[in-house]
């Protein structure tokens, strides 16, 4: 299944030739797969990731989202949806900002996801991967905002805010909470990974941006 979701999206962007303008391919699309990176203060940059592994002991034990140094693996490939129990939007239409969407691991087809449960390291809110085959419920649903400007649509390479649509908090990651040995264990599967989590503000934490990907256009 995993190989499946992703040679899928290859033969979609094979099929659907960009006949639009320059200026439209600068957006992020329906039905994309794409990297959605966060950058450090440093420079460093991680990109948000998941696999099937568990964090057990801590928080809802549901699938762990982080934000991975890797930036070369499919773990971190995301599909860009409709939002839950909504009309699924049309493939390589724009997303307009202040759209409800679903994002769905590729790997794995369970949605990024979040709810009234503390993270692990942060104590803050909990993200997680969550749902079947793509479907889960109402807290997999995110807006997408601009961190500046007047655009209207999401557009690639700039830094964008994706706000929690059931709790009102952001997506947010940093390197002050990252799994180590002292806090995961010297067999931790997410090592040097950061925590993803979901918090009130609006700030260089919750700032990321989407660079890469398999962009579909009509």
Known sequence: MKTNSFFLIIALALVFTIVAG???????TCGSAVKITHAEGNGSEYNL??????????????QLVTSSPDLSKTSSLWMVRSAHATKPCNVGDKIPYGSRIRLTHLNTNSNLHSH????PLSNQQEVSGY?????GDSGDDWVVQPARGSEKFWEKD????????DTGMYLGSTEQAQFTTRNCGHNCPVMNHLEVFARKSKDSFTKWKTSVGVFLYH
């Open 49 to 62: 990731a998941s696999d099937n592994h568990h964090m057990n002991g801590s928080g809802s034990g549901q």
């Open 131 to 135: 749902g079947n085959s793509g479907e």
């Open 158 to 165: 700039q830094f964008v805010y994706f706000q929690h649509a």
């Open 116 to 119: 009234l449960v503390r993270s």
């Open 22 to 28: 320059d200026d439209d391919t600068k957006y992020v």
